[in-house]
């Protein structure tokens, strides 16, 4: 993978970053969601890029949009209510680029490797990508595990959806002999749709050693996925229920689930939300140290500014279905440009707040089904100029690798006279 | 419409509560403890437990806030519960609304145990405390109570009813607690809307048509509608966005100097906590672990648990990062002594090991250590007695090597030398082995420096 061919990059919509190649490009992605009471413009033109091995950071408020748009890369919104009327999501395949056979071309931003557009694919298609190659991170475990089934039961679901085809070989069962019953019934057995008979099936004493065997496979690789997410004592964590396993544990159990293929891409929605703080920080020490073991990108969705600082390369910060701003992660934090983020900066309580007001942001988020037709934060900034209800700002690059939508920040390079004051008040 | 204005303001300032009272102390608590028991079999017999507060001293002065923070599963709630008698303690009581005098001998009374006071002092106690105890006080005194103390939920939505109009959600408790007239009900609703950032169009909304900073918002004029002088706020804003939370966190400001409110604000939020409270309590496991001023929990923490709750943080800066090991234990048998010591990165000999804690690292080390897994792999059974322990083994393991390897230096001893340097006596006895461990009793909170305590061995005796 030859990263250093993306100078050359000619499409301009997104941020270019010259270290790491491209993973996932979301291109004007546009979500409706239709009520009675109208079309709710849930995302209006997102872009922006994923690149390997990073971790991209999606903060806003709720109703901001950022849970569908992680989403929208599984095909997880429900079609309908839900409607794209505009947009695609363009993940990195293991196939070779269709036009330039692997050299490299604009069309697959020179990786060689083809693009295909997560949105479109039929069921069939995304159900090789889910879990395989993007994983994802529920904010509550409890929720998103099976109350009714031990731990064991539903990480071996996960491994025999991956690794299908390696426990039947080490069991010594060629997975292509489909003409030998016994194979069959086996092969059967081992797959993740497996009904009951095919449980019954396999008790029967010709197939009952070969049985246990993969029974066996399955259950040294379920404690050993467990094991890598730290997990104390994963044989007897195995065996559990999740009601039995602490909250911080049970996340452990997820984020070890979507580790079992080793995705490019982990999703995570609010991961630690529900979770303590003294948990949290143990569970965001994992996912680096995970991140780096198995060279995943992370996409971390979360509300909360204070934690991004800790765990993500680069933010993207996402106001009522649009972007806001776009940063690396310390030139957020040095100078943030967009009312908006001054405004989450400012909601954070901090030593030098106490006792006194905070700043907050005030209003709510605006009625979607009728949004503003300029920028959609204009009902609730504190630096609203005339024109902005009116004009789309349009995402503009004020420094390298630091884009906003604003505004206070003209394309053209021409700096009005009000920002340079609002910078040195904000600070 | 002025005339009637006028005369609610009169109806009003003639039944505030607070006109006749004088306390400093608005809450004093002394003992506080509250164990839920487990029953089972079938006769639903006791069988344990669960300590969810378990001797917790306090006082919140008027017009203060004290913050209490803690993991979930700390007993934090239990004890605002408690505080405003939704909840009876199993032990222990609360003053509510104290003169300062009155304060000093109740705390005096308090401290000494029951079977050494006279019976003068018993009497006064008895007194003082049908006067004053809240679960001990009169019908009419008690509904005087539950007016002057007000509670807001962790999350409103599930605190409306989603088939009662805001206006019904706020008159209930006006016409329960206060005499405001029917006709002037809809004034006096709406003014309590307007304190809180919201109006009179909100009367006849249902709680779904409202975003949840609204709903708080809604739930906030219910709690002020009696004019309490206490209100204890549950995670008031753990439900909310960071925008919200700091809109209302501006609102109980505003509120508390405008009614002169004290609050209890229970958070697992230490940047929240900060903002609004005066003291903070630090809770852990069904104890206070730590009771210092806003200013001196944050910069000069003396509990190792404030410390890993600090650092764990990420809205707050402390230049160390500490991990704590495991889980927070079980309260239904929680470890003897400190009751964190199973998780202090402090940890010393003296802090209350016992043989449930040499089983456990055991167990957490069975397949990272050999010694671990050796010995682990052997116990047949384990009985414990505060702290003596005995482990059987099944038959044919070698005793005496797992009683050489408690006693020498080795890679077992180098996960937690405390733990090892605890055990003052191995004994052999066939197949069993008994373990002593060095009694210790339970830290209480100890002053290290004026309005600071600290329930911790490490600060004995300074």
């Not at chain 1, 994963?234 to 159990?253: A, D, I, N, T």
């Not at chain 2, 006895?429 to 305590?453: I, K, M, Q, Y």
């Amino acid at each position: 993978m030859d990263s250093g061919h993306n100078a050359k990059m000619s499409d301009s919509s997104s941020v270019e970053s010259p270290r790491k190649p491209l993973l996932a490009r979301v291109e004007d992605l546009n979500l409706h969601f239709d009520t009675k009471y109208g079309a709710v413009q849930a995302l209006d033109g997102i872009s922006f890029d994923v690149f390997e091995q990073e971790t991209v950071a999606l903060v806003g408020e709720t109703g901001c949009g950022k849970s569908v748009t992680a989403r929208s890369f599984l095909q997880l919104v429900e079609t309908p209510p839900g409607r794209y009327p505009a947009g695609e999501i363009r993940f990195k395949s293991e196939r070779e680029c269709d036009s330039c056979g692997g050299a490299g071309c604009a069309e697959c931003y020179d990786s060689g490797r083809a693009f295909d557009d997560l949105l479109a694919m039929s069921s069939g298609e995304m159900q090789g990508i889910r879990g395989d190659r993007i994983a994802m991170v529920f904010q509550d475990p409890q929720q998103a595990l099976n109350p009714s089934l031990t731990v064991e039961n539903q990480v071996a679901e996960s491994v025999l959806v991956n690794h299908h085809e390696e426990i039947l070989e080490e069991a010594g069962i060629a997975p292509g002999k489909v003409d030998d019953l016994t194979s069959r019934l086996l092969d059967a057995y081992a797959s993740p749709s497996r009904k009951w008979y095919n449980r019954v099936i396999a008790e029967a004493p010709l197939l009952r050693s070969k049985k246990k065997r993969i029974d066996a496979l399955v259950h040294e690789r379920v404690v050993d996925i467990l094991r890598r997410t730290q997990i104390a004592n994963p044989e007897e964590v195995s065996r559990k229920y999740p009601h039995e396993l602490s909250g911080g544990m049970q996340q452990r159990v997820m984020i070890s689930m979507a580790l079992v293929a080793e995705p490019d891409l982990l999703i995570a929605d609010e991961p630690t939300t529900a979770l303590d703080v003294t948990i949290q920080s143990r569970i965001i020490e994992l996912m680096s140290d995970l991140q780096e073991e198995f060279n995943t990108s992370f996409l971390y969705i979360t509300h909360d500014l204070s934690l991004v600082e800790d765990i993500a390369d680069r933010v993207i910060v996402m106001y009522a279905g649009a972007i806001a701003e776009v940063s690396e992660v310390e030139q957020l934090y040095d100078n943030p440009l967009h009312p908006y983020t001054w405004g989450l900066f400012n909601s954070i309580p901090t030593a030098d707040t106490v006792g006194g007001r905070l700043q907050g942001i005030d209003g709510s988020i605006p009625d979607l089904t009728n949004p503003p037709e300029g920028c959609r934060f204009c009902t609730r900034c504190p630096e609203v100029l005339d024109h902005c209800p009116d004009v789309d700002p349009g995402l503009v690059e004020v420094e390298e690798g630091h884009q906003v939508a604003c505004h206070l920040y003209p394309a053209d390079g021409s700096e009005p006279s009000k920002v340079a004051a609002i910078e040195t008040d904000n600070d | 419409m002025t005339s009637s204005t006028q005369s609610l303001e009169q109806t009003l300032a003639s039944e505030d509560p607070r006109d006749a009272k004088t306390g400093n102390v608005l809450l004093q608590a002394h003992g506080l403890q509250r164990y839920y028991p487990i029953t089972g079999g079938p006769f639903k017999r006791h069988i344990g437990d669960v300590q969810a507060v378990d001797g917790v001293d306090l006082r919140i002065e008027r017009g203060k806030t004290l913050g209490l923070v803690g993991e979930s599963g700390c007993g934090k709630s239990t004890l605002g519960r408690l505080l405003i008698g939704l909840d009876q303690p199993t032990a222990g009581s609360i003053y509510f609304d104290l003169p300062e005098d009155a304060a000093a001998e109740v705390a005096d009374l308090e401290a000494t145990p029951a079977e050494e006071r006279t019976d003068d002092e018993e009497r006064r106690l008895t007194e003082l405390r049908s006067q004053y105890e809240i679960n001990s006080l009169s019908g009419k005194a008690r509904k005087q109570f539950r007016r002057n103390a007000q509670f807001v939920f962790q999350n409103p939505t599930a605190s409306l009813n989603p088939r009662k109009l805001i206006r019904d959600a706020i008159s209930r408790p006006l016409e329960l607690h206060t005499d405001v007239p029917q006709d002037q009900l809809d004034d006096r609703i709406v003014e309590l809307l307007e304190q809180v950032g919201l109006g009179g169009d909100f009367l006849y909304r249902y709680p779904h048509m409202l975003s949840g900073g609204q709903k708080q918002r809604v739930a906030v004029a219910r709690a002020i509608a009696t004019n309490p002088d206490f209100i204890v706020l549950d995670e008031p804003t753990s439900a909310l966005d960071v925008s919200v939370q700091a809109q209302i966190l501006n609102l109980l400001d505003d509120l508390q100097d405008e009614l002169g409110l004290t609050y209890l604000c229970i958070s697992h939020d230490l940047s929240v906590i900060r903002h609004l409270s005066d003291d903070i309590h630090v809770m852990y496991l069904g104890r206070i672990a730590e009771k210092a001023d806003r200013t001196t929990i944050f910069s000069e923490p003396k509990h190792p648990y404030t410390e890993a709750l600090l650092s764990s943080s990420p809205a707050i800066e402390t230049g160390q990062s500490i991990h704590l090991e495991g889980d927070v234990p079980d309260p239904e048998d929680p470890p003897t002594g400190c009751r964190f010591h199973t998780r202090c990165h402090k940890v010393e000999s003296f802090c209350g090991w016992n043989g449930k804690d040499l089983y456990n690292l055991l167990k957490r080390l069975e397949d990272r250590d050999e010694h671990a897994r050796r010995v682990f792999g052997a116990i047949d059974d384990a009985e414990y007695d505060g702290f003596d322990a005995t482990f059987t083994f099944a038959s044919g393991a070698d005793v005496d090597d797992v009683a050489r390897l408690l006693d020498g230096d080795n890679s077992l001893q180098a996960h937690k030398p405390a733990l090892f340097d605890a055990i003052t006596d191995v004994t052999v006895r066939g197949n069993a082995l008994d373990v002593s461990f060095e009694p210790t009793a339970v830290p209480v909170c100890e002053s290290v420096a004026p309005g600071h305590e600290v329930a911790c061995f490490l600060y004995d005796g300074e």
